[in-house]
């Protein structure tokens, strides 16, 4: 296995050459002749010949504008010594001719001007300093072969053989879990399913805001799976040298072939796999890497037995290229935790510290919702820092809380963490749409109910179950769809009667619909069977124009309002009039934060006896 762990540094190593080359040769050639170079100053006639006749004469130079003499001293001093040549005549000067001789001064030749260093400094140095770059640069060149190939030995492609970690590191994410359960069968046993032709996935992406143990999930993987695990980063990808990055996918992926069964991890993928279109500036490098992904995800053997794990917090900006079946077509969700996995969590991580036993993980699990994994593992972290400093050897709950205000409260993630009061308006707020809807469709409402506030500014939400898919929606069922994303915002009101921003997604899409309803699918008495919006494009989002002229476009507007008040409307009266089983499920959910489809139907059961829900299971 080639472990190239040391030569992180390694890879912009020809800039680190240039540099120097550069500064070398502005050093020698702008600032140390100036310093080297002799100075020279003027003497008097007598002067200089008291300086010969004192002995203090090294050589002496006779030119027909002036004498100079090098000092005995010069490489102290650095100093010439000139007077002008007073003689018209050459031998007028015969006096000075035998005093010279007498002392025995040669004056026939010139001095030498400059000095020796400062000519090895000039010219020397640059020179040397040029070739070795050249024979830096070929060698490299050389190393791999191929002409210009820098990404090559430049990869900081790894393996670590064992991650160290497993999935008891990794508490609170079994759904997750679940799903990475199959990968690692598939990594220790690759002929169970290639005997039956399944193939399995190439790549699994592991989805989640930040901190909830992605890149810790990715190496639990790879340590229960007891395979290597390559991993680099996206940003890593894209560096200086345009090629770079794809030829350090090739050698990933190469390493990766050789070495299967293994896992190839690539962490923050949102660096290279940004969506291509709709973005202003381009990016060659990127694109060039993100191309390279993408055809050696196809290119290889998915039956040898790599897989590929991604993480990123942003899916949504991904190149739509890459979430296409045959590569990460796997989706895996890594969510912030509920209260009992930050329970877990907790206890995870205080495994190596010391605690006295009135630490109560409930509490502080209570007091952090929204809070990652990283955010709990760092809150234990300062709780005993903050131990040490008051002198203690145990950590105390007192420690704990005040870590949690540091922690959460005293960074920018105050905005991620609810305040209580804020969370009884979620609260209210999601069993508005889940009550809504079980009461209009007579329907299990949703598949799960989280008031637990993500990242993406979503303060909670209510997970649909997925319906049988339907091709033709009717304009009944249209509207309701409508009334149950207002039923959220009536909820509020009717319990606080105030209303908040946590409203604004459902208003878009409400929106939307009621603007579809007139616009598009010609549902409306006033508007009748006309097209008034088209898309502009088939394949890339679904922006559109409006297709018709001003007037009429405010009419639609007006239509669009009227529609959305009679739903609000509707959705008020509905929870209005079961407003008690509306109290008690928002005072369940406000207490566990996550609701499950069944609690929340065996919830409706015992509160409204007399309305019996359906089922509403995936193709049912
Ligand atoms: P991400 O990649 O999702 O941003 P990391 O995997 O880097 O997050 O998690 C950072 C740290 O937080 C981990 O090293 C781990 O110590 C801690 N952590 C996060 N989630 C969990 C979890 N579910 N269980 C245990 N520790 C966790
Ligand atoms: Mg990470
Ligand atoms: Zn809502």
């Given at each position: 296995m080639s472990t190239e762990k040391n030569n992180?540094?390694?890879?912009?190593?020809?800039?680190?050459?240039?540099?120097?080359?550069?500064?070398?040769?502005?050093?020698?050639?702008?600032?140390?002749?100036?310093?080297?170079?002799?100075?020279?100053?003027?003497?008097?006639?007598?002067?200089?010949?008291?300086?010969?006749?004192?002995?203090?004469?090294?050589?002496?130079?006779?030119?027909?504008?002036?004498?100079?003499?090098?000092?005995?001293?010069?490489?102290?001093?650095?100093?010439?010594?000139?007077?002008?040549?007073?003689?018209?005549?050459?031998?007028?000067?015969?006096?000075?001719?035998?005093?010279?001789?007498?002392?025995?001064?040669?004056?026939?030749?010139?001095?030498?001007?400059?000095?020796?260093?400062?000519?090895?400094?000039?010219?020397?140095?640059?020179?040397?300093?040029?070739?070795?770059?050249?024979?830096?640069?070929?060698?490299a060149m050389n190393k791999k072969g191929g002409v210009m190939s820098f990404g090559k030995n430049t990869s900081k492609i790894y393996?670590?053989?064992?991650?160290?970690?497993?999935?008891?590191?990794?508490?609170?994410?079994?759904?997750?879990?679940?799903?990475?359960?199959?990968?690692?069968?598939?990594?220790?046993?690759?002929?169970?399913?290639?005997?039956?032709?399944?193939?399995?996935?190439?790549?699994?992406?592991?989805?989640?805001?930040?901190?909830?143990?992605?890149?810790?999930?990715?190496?639990?993987?790879?340590?229960?799976?007891?395979?290597?695990?390559?991993?680099?980063?996206?940003?890593?990808?894209?560096?200086?040298?345009?090629?770079?990055?794809?030829?350090?996918?090739?050698?990933?992926?190469?390493?990766?072939?050789?070495?299967?069964?293994?896992?190839?991890?690539?962490?923050?993928?949102?660096?290279?796999?940004?969506?291509?279109?709709?973005?202003?500036?381009?990016?060659?490098?990127r694109e060039q890497t993100l191309n390279q992904l993408l055809s050696e995800m196809d290119g290889f053997d998915s039956s040898k037995g790599v897989v590929i794990l991604a993480a990123t917090n942003r899916p949504e900006i991904l190149d739509k290229a890459l979430l296409r079946p045959g590569r990460f077509d796997r989706r895996i969700i890594v969510d912030l935790p509920d209260q009992q996995g930050r329970i877990d969590i907790l206890n995870v991580h205080a495994k190596n510290v010391l605690m006295e036993p009135d630490v109560n993980f409930e509490v502080i699990a209570r007091a952090t919702p929204g809070a990652s994994g990283a955010d709990l593992e760092n809150i234990i972290n300062e709780a005993a820092l903050r131990a040490v400093r008051a002198g203690k050897t145990r950590v105390s709950q007192k420690e704990m809380e005040e870590a949690i205000e540091v922690v959460i409260a005293g960074e920018e993630k105050k905005n991620r963490v609810m305040s209580d009061e804020e969370k009884r308006i979620v609260a209210y707020h999601e069993t508005g749409h889940a009550l809504v809807t079980s009461l209009l469709t007579h329907t299990e409402p949703v598949h799960k109910i989280t008031i637990i506030p993500r990242t993406s500014g979503t303060l909670g939400y209510v997970m649909h179950v997925a319906k049988k898919e339907k091709v033709l929606m009717t304009k009944k069922e249209l509207l309701e769809e409508i009334i149950i994303l207002t039923g959220g915002r009536a909820s509020e009101e009717i319990e606080f009667d105030s209303i908040t921003t946590g409203a604004a997604n459902d208003i878009e899409r409400a929106t939307e619909m009621a603007r579809n309803i007139i616009t598009t699918y010609g549902m409306s008495d006033n508007f009748g069977f006309v097209n008034w919006q088209k898309k502009n494009n088939l394949y890339l989002g679904d922006s559109k124009t409006m297709n018709c002229s001003e007037a009429t476009h405010s009419k639609i507007d007006e239509e669009i309002q009227t529609i959305v008040a009679d739903c609000y409307k509707k959705a008020v009266k509905i929870l209005s009039e079961h407003k008690a089983t509306l109290d008690a499920i928002a005072s369940v959910l406000y207490e566990k934060e996550n609701l499950t489809g069944d609690e929340f139907m065996k919830l409706f059961a015992e509160l409204e006896p007399d309305i019996v829900l359906t089922r509403n299971e995936d193709g049912v």
């Open positions: 992180k540094k390694k890879s912009p190593i020809f800039i680190y050459y240039a540099i120097l080359l550069i500064t070398v040769l502005v050093i020698s050639y702008m600032f140390v002749p100036k310093m080297l170079e002799p100075k020279t100053k003027e003497i008097s006639f007598s002067e200089f010949v008291t300086m010969i006749k004192e002995d203090k004469a090294e050589e002496v130079e006779i030119n027909p504008s002036e004498y100079k003499i090098k000092p005995k001293d010069f490489k102290e001093s650095n100093t010439y010594y000139v007077t002008g040549n007073i003689y018209n005549d050459f031998h007028e000067s015969s006096a000075l001719l035998s005093l010279l001789d007498e002392k025995g001064l040669k004056y026939d030749s010139p001095i030498i001007e400059s000095s020796y260093w400062l000519e090895i400094i000039v010219y020397v140095v640059p020179a040397l300093a040029t070739i070795v770059f050249f024979f830096l640069m070929y060698r393996a670590e053989t064992s991650t160290g970690k497993t999935f008891a590191d990794v508490a609170g994410q079994e759904e997750a879990k679940q799903n990475l359960v199959e990968i690692i069968d598939f990594l220790n046993n690759p002929g169970k399913y290639t005997a039956i032709g399944a193939k399995l996935p190439k790549g699994a992406l592991l989805v989640g805001p930040p901190g909830t143990g992605k890149t810790l999930m990715a190496k639990a993987v790879a340590g229960e799976a007891k395979v290597p695990f390559f991993s680099l980063s996206g940003s890593e990808f894209v560096e200086m040298f345009v090629g770079m990055g794809a030829s350090r996918v090739r050698d990933l992926f190469k390493q990766a072939t050789q070495n299967a069964p293994c896992i190839v991890f690539i962490d923050e993928i949102d660096a290279i796999g940004k969506s291509r279109d709709n973005s202003f500036s381009t990016n060659d490098e």
